[in-house]
T-cell receptor
Framework: AQSVTQLDSHVSVSEGTPVLLRCNYS??????LFWYVQHPNKGLQLLLK??????LVKGINGFEAEFKKSETSFHLTKPSAHMSDAAEYFC??????????FGAGTRLFVKA | DAGVTQSPTHLIKTRGQQVTLRCSPI?????VSWYQQVLGQGPQFIFQ???????GRGNFPDRFSARQFPNYSSELNVNALLLGDSALYLC????????????FGEGSWLTVV
């Protein structure tokens, strides 16, 4: 069985400060992990993915995530937030069957 | 290249009616999956089709059905609509199966009144 838990429903940061969005996963298999972003009234855009290669994954728009098997975590970070980063972020786990599981999402607010 | 395209983008239906949503995958992608996203929640997996066969099904009632055509496009059908079926329905495509990146369309907004 697979599951994914996003530890914060909302995160608020000031523009120019670091962003940390936390994700823990559970999987009986070696998982593939993804982060997607969804801007209001839009579809989902892939930020980055981990598929058992390098544990530190770099994505678009300056985001990166580190796969830590011992902690079963895949936290998303960005060194400096921009106003355009304000959106909903989803951590996703896939593998061990044709089913992709989404976390509940973390809403990121960026203050000027 | 065109991304995943979905139609219609918005529609309003009455309780008890039936709806068909359509999806065209990215060229070369053979896997299509469907998700329901209720306002304020994350997407919930409904179906995945690969090579025209159902390969996965989420926890949805039998009122929900889907199929994939020889050109890999797909339709999602929902019968006997309920108010709770109001949601954004997202289609995604990927090259093959479970470990490939899935690419999403913009979705179809369904409102049931």
């Amino acid at each position: 069985a697979q599951s994914v838990t996003q530890l914060d429903s909302h995160v608020s940061v000031s523009e120019g400060t670091p962003v940390l969005l936390r994700c823990n996963y559970s999987s009986s298999y070696s998982p593939s992990l993804f982060w997607y972003v969804q801007h209001p009234n839009k579809g989902l855009q892939l930020l980055l993915k981990y598929t058992s290669a390098a544990t530190l994954v770099k994505g678009i728009n300056g985001f990166e995530a580190e796969f830590k098997k011992s902690e079963t975590s895949f936290h998303l970070t960005k060194p400096s937030a921009h106003m355009s980063d304000a959106a909903e972020y989803f951590c996703v786990v896939s593998g061990g069957g044709f089913k992709t599981i989404f976390g509940a999402g973390t809403r990121l607010f960026v203050k000027a | 290249d065109a991304g995943v395209t979905q139609s219609p983008t918005h529609l309003i239906k009455t309780r008890g009616q039936q709806v068909t949503l359509r999806c065209s995958p990215i060229s070369g992608h053979k896997s299509v999956s469907w998700y329901q996203q209720v306002l304020g929640q994350g997407p919930q997996f409904i179906f995945q089709y690969y090579e025209k066969e159902e390969r996965g099904r989420g926890n949805f009632p039998d009122r929900f059905s889907a199929r994939q055509f020889p050109n890999y496009s797909s339709e999602l059908n929902v019968n006997a609509l309920l108010l709770g079926d109001s949601a954004l329905y997202l289609c995604a495509s990927s090259l093959a199966g479970e470990r490939n990146t899935i690419y999403f369309g913009e979705g179809s907004w369904l409102t049931v009144v």
